[in-house]
């Protein structure tokens, strides 16, 4: 071996060992990095939408966080907003589950038709309407023909139904509402088509709360809220359905057995047979957990309705 040949190769030995003093962190690296990917990745949420009737928010809030102790996996967002939002956001497809407080309108199947929408309806619920005032009105009870003369505007003062001499605050609710749209229907309309509105005086409120905060604060008011909104801060009128009849106070009981004149189905609708988690999430809310939730809150018990 001459001088040059020796040379190279101690060259080659010094190279080599360099290129191994620099291998140990890249192995390091990639070593911890193997051994990441190979963990299980943690399962994904999985989101149901749910949108709609401020009637149903509550209910609806309380089946989500009931549900999601058990199925952690399941994110449910329940939002309200009026029956009709709901009922859009199900056709635009931006909800899993659209709740509303009446049945969809022609016109809206019409449209979710167009669209590629096969609205399927469920009854989760039966409500009753309760009309309220306030605790210092001494009125206690009203007759339909004098809740659609009220609500349309013909009689504005306390005293024509045997009250104070004062002027009648109205309030209702918002024209998003299914609640809004019922009561016109039922009460205002009387069940037929006389062709009446709601006074132009009338004060729109966007939820349920909002009527029964307003009218627990001010002792000219009356409006209208779902069953499961009723507390002993305000009270509740009972109503006399047909002429001689007898007079009715809101409760699950006279929903139940039909003796209350204001009583109303409330709705669950999908696109189609749900599938996956949303049919899992509403066969438990009309099962017999969430339909406990359903007594809990104030409601009577629904039922399973075929195709709307």
């Known amino acids: ?86 009922i859009a956001a199900l056709i635009d497809g931006n909800c899993d589950i659209a709740n509303a407080s009446r049945q969809m309108k022609d016109e809206e199947t019409k449209t979710a038709q167009e669209a590629g929408v096969n609205p399927r309806q469920y009854v989760v619920a039966y409500d009753g309407i309760a009309v309220i005032v306030n605790k210092q009105n001494r009125l206690e009870q009203l007759t339909m023909p004098q809740l659609s003369d009220i609500f349309a505007g013909r009689m504005k003062s306390w005293k024509e139904v045997g009250g104070e001499d004062a002027e009648i605050v109205l309030l209702i609710r918002d024209t998003a509402s299914g609640t809004h749209v019922y009561f016109k229907e039922a009460v205002v309309n009387q069940g037929s088509k006389l062709g009446l509105e709601y006074a132009a005086e009338a004060l729109p409120q966007v939820s349920n709360q909002a009527i029964h905060d307003v009218v627990m604060q001010n002792a000219q008011a009356i409006g209208y809220i779902g069953l499961g909104y009723l507390d002993d801060a305000v009270k509740a009128v009972k109503v006399v359905g047909e002429e001689g009849g007898e007079a009715v106070a809101p409760s699950i009981a006279s929903v139940k057995d039909g003796s209350y004149p204001i009583s109303r189905a409330l709705y669950n609708y999908t696109n189609g047979e749900p599938s996956g988690h949303v049919r899992d999430y509403l066969s438990w809310c009309l099962g017999n957990e969430g339909q406990t939730i359903v007594e809990e809150i104030g409601f009577v018990p629904g039922e399973t309705v075929s195709e709307g």
Not at 20 to 37: I, V
Not at 49 to 72: I, N
């Open 1 to 86: 071996m001459n001088a040059g040949t020796a040379v190279r190769r101690v060259c080659l030995v010094v190279a080599a060992c360099l290129t191994l003093a620099g291998c140990p962190p890249d192995r390091q690296e990639t070593s911890g990095t193997h051994a990441t990917s190979e963990q299980p990745p943690a399962e994904a949420a999985t989101g149901i939408q749910v949108k709609g009737s401020d009637t149903l928010l509550q209910l609806g809030q309380r089946c989500a966080e009931v549900y999601q102790q058990s199925q952690p996996e399941v994110q449910i967002a329940v939002t309200g907003g009026g029956s009709g939002t709901g």
